[in-house]
C-alpha cells in the first residue's frame, strides 16, 4: 500500500519559515521523481517544484529564491524548505511520487495546510 504523508503545516506570519516534510511508503522511493504542489483557496492545483531520483530540482518562478526542494533516500522522505513567506504562499501543499519516463503524479498525499498572515 502506497502511502504519501505531509506535515509540517501550520500558521505563520509573512517574512517567516516553514518546513513541509513528505514521509513516503510502499513505493522504491530512489527511482521516484516527487513533487511539491499547492492549491489555494478557490484555485487550481498548482506546481510549487520537483526533485528528481538524482536530486535535480526545479522550481515554479512565483517560489525561487525563497523554497528549496531536497530528499533523503535512506528515510524516504522529501522536504520543502519555505523562507520568506508571503500570504499569497497560503494553500494546502501536497506532496505527488511520478514513476520514471511517466508524466503526471501516480500517488499523492492528502495535503497539509499552510497559512500565512500578514
Known amino acids: 500500500q502506497v502511502q504519501l504523508v505531509e506535515s509540517g503545516g501550520g500558521l505563520v506570519q509573512a517574512g517567516g519559515s516553514l518546513r513541509l516534510s513528505c514521509a513516503t511508503s510502499g513505493i522504491v522511493f530512489s527511482i521516484y521523481a516527487m513533487g511539491w504542489y499547492r492549491q489555494a483557496p478557490g484555485k487550481q492545483r498548482e506546481l510549487v517544484g520537483t526533485i528528481s531520483s538524482g536530486g535535480s530540482t526545479n522550481l515554479a518562478d512565483s517560489v525561487k529564491g525563497r523554497f528549496t526542494i531536497s530528499r533523503d533516500n535512506a528515510k524516504n522522505m522529501v522536504y520543502l524548505q519555505m523562507n520568506s513567506l508571503k500570504p499569497e504562499d497560503t494553500a494546502v501543499y501536497y506532496c505527488?511520487?511520478?514513476?520514471?519516463?511517466?508524466?503526471?503524479?501516480?500517488?499523492w498525499g492528502k495535503g497539509t495546510l499552510v497559512t500565512v498572515s500578514s
Open positions: 505527488g511520487a511520478r514513476r520514471p519516463l511517466v508524466i503526471g503524479m501516480d500517488y
